[in-house]
C-alpha cells in the first residue's frame, strides 16, 4: 500500500459506492477517514463542498490520499484539483486506475457512482492503492503541474 492514511467522500449520489468502500477498506491496513456525506442524509448536497473537505486535508498533509465518489466523478476532481498539491484523477477502468498512480501520482481517486458498476469500482480502488508512482521522466512532469500553481499563485 502505498497510503497508510485515506478520507473518504461523497455527495448523494456517491453514498451507496462509499458505503461499500469502507466496509472494503476497513478489512485493509490502512486508516480510513469517512467525511461525510452522512449515510442518514437524505438531502441532495454540492460535491464541492465534499470535495474541498478531503482536498484541504490532503493539500495540509492531515491525509496521504482520498476517494471521492460523485455521480460522475467529474464535480469532485474539477473541485479538489483547486488545492495546492492535489492531484485528482478520475478514473473508469483498470488502466486508468493503474496509470493515474504510476505516470501521474494521483493522490485523489474520483469515481462516478452512476457510471461505474460497484463491484469494478472496488477493484479500481485496489489497483489504486496498490500501484506505485514510477518516479523518472513522470516526476519530471508531475514537478510541472507544481509549478503551474506556482506561477497562478496557488500556494498552501
Ligand atoms: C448530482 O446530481 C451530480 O451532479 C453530481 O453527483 C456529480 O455527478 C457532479 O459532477
Redesign the pocket.
Known amino acids: 500500500m502505498y497510503f497508510s492514511t485515506v478520507g473518504i467522500v461523497s ?4 453514498k451507496d459506492l462509499k458505503r461499500l468502500l469502507v466496509e472494503l477498506l476497513s478489512t485493509m491496513e490502512i486508516q480510513v477517514e469517512d467525511l461525510g456525506v452522512a449515510w442518514e442524509t437524505e438531502a ?1 448536497v454540492d ?1 464541492p463542498d465534499y470535495a474541498g473537505i478531503l482536498a484541504a486535508k490532503i493539500s495540509q498533509k492531515k491525509l496521504d490520499g482520498g476517494i471521492a465518489i ?7 476532481s ?1 473541485a479538489a484539483n483547486k488545492y495546492p498539491g492535489v492531484r485528482a484523477a478520475v478514473i473508469w477502468s483498470e488502466y486508468t486506475s493503474r496509470m493515474s498512480r504510476e505516470h501521474n501520482d494521483s493522490n485523489l481517486l474520483c469515481l ?1 457512482a ?1 457510471a461505474l458498476n460497484e463491484h469494478r469500482a472496488a477493484d479500481f480502488v485496489k489497483i489504486w492503492l496498490e500501484t506505485p508512482f514510477l518516479g523518472g521522466h513522470h516526476q519530471l512532469r508531475v514537478d510541472k503541474i507544481t509549478k503551474i500553481e506556482k506561477k497562478n499563485g496557488i500556494h498552501i
Do not use: Q
Open positions: 455527495d448523494h449520489a456517491g441532495s460535491y460523485c455521480g460522475t466523478g467529474i464535480g469532485m474539477m462516478g452512476r
